[in-house]
């Protein structure tokens, strides 16, 4: 087992190498010199070639690479434009706002999918089967940021039941400690607080689940359905077993491995929709930061912000990958 | 040997008449309700990108700009969708659309579609070297979520539809790279082909003529299935600003310009995006059904 993670964690290593390359290049052959930009149009030559010299501007490629990865390894993910702050510390609080968004539709996406992926196995072919598969289907091909729109729309402009957007409320401003707001509010024992963080998570959160929730209901209906014809599920009902134990006990333990890859799967593809999910709620996370960087061409915190997402986007797929062998043991890996 | 090995190749063929597997694939597909479906909602967008111009009731940009009451009108018979905040036809602009949000899905899978099997092929009929560092860069690609390599894509070459299409396309090089490396892989193997190397033919023949044809199915499967993400991914490009410029009907694009009148003008937002979740809708079902067809083995 220890030799398997070992070996995988090895493998990481040049993709993990390799992100960082094309990320690098990606943001060198953007157009413009990034001293001028950090200078303004204004800036004298003088001073945009001493700011060259001072960021390593002027030495060749793979000095620039390499000092940029040497950067990497000791925490350094350089200094925002915009606001002149390092962006190792800048970041957190944003990346805890996704996570926060993430977890939580997640959460909704694996309780509601689940749930209606077996119910609709158990009465395969009635009128639940049918409408949650049809919502299924539309769920996987409705764009995220127009739901998001839909919801607003209904749920808060309509009904006014949740906010339009945001994480807080702006009067009543929380004190952030692990920038983890359910958590936050709680340890400091704010419960009123603690439900308008709630209220703020809602509407992001349905809308991000959406995809994840539609893949995983097909997913568990799919392998349900599998499992329940086997032999052990009719004598497990020739016993006289009852229908829910049989369901929810017996076949739900079989049928889980391909239910927990696609999760693993959508946890690592809910970093790419958080970022249309926070545009449209103004949700302060890691997809807003970026795309707000992208607007002031605030070259180093797109570059760090795009390989911070994709070096978790990796790391949660590596965790999934292994989190399997552990589940089943069936799994021989070579 | 060569004797032997067109004897073999005759008698597939011969066997290939009788079963015939691109019927047998028609019928299955014509027996799925929702691939049917499926293939009606597509043909019934591509039908109103072709006809355009004849459908819709007014040009892609008229606006009645002088005439205020014309301006963010609910859905009405003269106005079907309502209009703009410009007094823009809201219902000719979304026709318009389909002709941009299908030359996009279209181009971006097309385009992925071509690179991706001539870098699939070279690594699996090579092997070695040129498979090892086309394999690992297949995986660094993969290893991005696709909307932010295709966000930081478009800051190299700056927002336009057009950079937005080749975006999305650099970002599904790699599925279909890895299909195609795989089905090389296989067909590599078979006897056929070291029949036709045996008879001296060239690799580049044996590519074309062999190896491509058979990895075809697969590629129309996962084709259709990455026109309905390009799409998506398109829209949501233009949504952030990315790619469609005003005054393009792009549908992610009107969605975006839709946010500011969400309170007193729903309609502007609502039609657009349904027209997406229809055609998104329309290429899953349909590709859905071509898998089942072409290809059961793809299942899960």
Redesign the interface.
């Given at each position: 087992m220890l030799h398997y993670i070992g070996r995988r964690f090895l493998q990481l290593i040049p993709v993990l190498l390799g992100m960082t390359f094309i990320v690098f290049l990606i943001i060198r052959a953007i157009p413009g010199d990034p001293a001028q930009m950090i200078l303004g149009q204004q800036a004298t030559k003088e001073s945009v070639e001493a700011l060259r010299e001072n960021l390593g501007l002027n030495n060749p490629w793979y000095i620039q690479y390499f000092d940029y990865l040497k950067g990497l390894l000791t925490g350094d993910l350089g200094v925002s434009i915009r606001t002149n702050q390092p962006i190792s510390t800048e970041i957190w609080p944003y990346l805890a706002a996704t996570f926060e968004l993430a977890f939580f539709a997640m959460f909704i996406a694996v309780v509601i999918g689940m749930n209606a992926g077996i119910i609709s196995a158990w009465f395969q072919n009635t009128w639940f089967d049918y409408l949650a598969m049809v919502i299924a289907l539309i769920g996987v091909s409705v764009p995220v940021f127009w739901l998001g729109l839909l919801e607003q729309w209904l749920f808060s402009i309509n009904l006014g039941w949740f906010p339009t957007s945001g994480r807080e409320e702006v009067r009543d401003p929380i004190m952030a400690i692990t920038h983890f707001y359910l958590i936050d509010t709680l340890i400091q024992g704010r419960y009123d607080q603690f439900g308008t963080v709630v209220k703020h998570l809602i509407l992001p959160g349905m809308a991000l689940a959406t995809i994840p929730m539609a893949i995983i209901a097909r997913m568990t209906r799919s392998s349900m359905l599998e499992v329940m014809r086997s032999d052990y599920i009719r004598t497990a009902r020739a016993k006289g077993q009852k229908m829910f134990i049989v369901v929810y006990k017996h076949a739900l333990k079989n049928a889980i491995i391909p239910i927990l890859t696609v999760i693993g799967l959508q946890t690592g593809l809910l970093l790419g929709g958080a970022i249309l999910t926070e545009t449209i709620f103004s949700w302060p996370g890691i997809g807003r930061y970026i795309y707000e960087a992208i607007g002031f061409r605030d070259y180093p915190v797109i570059q760090s912000g795009i390989l911070v997402v994709a070096f978790l986007f990796v790391i949660i797929n590596f965790i999934v990958d292994i989190l399997y062998s552990f589940i089943d043991k069936r799994i021989k890996y070579n | 040997m060569a004797e032997t090995a067109t004897k073999d190749m005759n008698v597939q063929v011969v066997e290939d008449k009788v079963t015939s597997p691109w019927k047998e694939a028609l019928r299955t597909f014509l027996r799925s309700k929702?691939a049917v479906a499926g293939t009606v909602i597509v043909l019934f967008f591509i039908l109103v990108a072709l006809f355009a111009p004849i459908i819709a009731p007014e040009g892609i940009n008229e606006q009645k700009l002088g005439d205020p009451s014309t301006h963010l009108v609910p859905p009405s018979s003269e106005f079907w969708f309502g209009t703009d905040e410009f007094g823009r036809d809201i219902f000719s602009r979304v026709v318009w659309g389909a002709q941009i949000s299908l030359t996009v899905g279209f181009g971006a899978v097309v385009l992925s579609a071509v690179l991706g099997s001539f870098l699939g092929i070279i690594a699996g009929y090579y092997g070695r070297w040129v498979d090892t560092i086309i394999s690992?860069?297949f995986?660094?690609?993969l290893?991005?979520?696709?909307?932010?390599l295709a966000?930081?894509?478009v800051?190299?070459l700056?927002s336009s539809l057009q950079n937005a299409l080749i975006a999305i396309a650099i970002v599904n090089v790699p599925n279909f790279g890895r299909l195609i490396r795989s089905k090389v892989l296989s067909v590599k193997e078979e006897e056929y082909i070291t029949a036709a190397k045996a008879i001296g033919m060239k690799d580049s023949r044996i590519l074309l003529r062999h190896i491509l044809p058979n990895s075809f199915a697969p590629v129309i499967v996962q084709g259709t299935l990455a026109i309905?993400t390009a799409i998506?991914e398109a829209?949501?490009l233009s949504?952030?600003g990315?790619g469609a410029e005003p005054p393009q009907p792009e549908w992610?694009k009107m969605?975006a310009d839709?946010?500011i009148y969400?309170?007193n003008a729903?309609w502007t937002?609502?039609f657009?995006?349904l027209a997406?979740?229809?055609t998104?809708?329309g290429f899953?079902?349909m590709g859905d059904g071509l898998r089942d067809a072409l290809d059961p083995k793809m299942k899960?």
């Open positions: - | 929702s690992r860069f995986d660094i690609l290893a991005f979520p696709s909307i932010l966000i930081a894509i800051s190299i700056g309905a998506i829209a949501a949504f952030l990315l992610g969605l839709a946010r969400l309170m729903p937002m609502i657009p995006g997406i979740m229809l998104v809708l899953n079902l899960n």
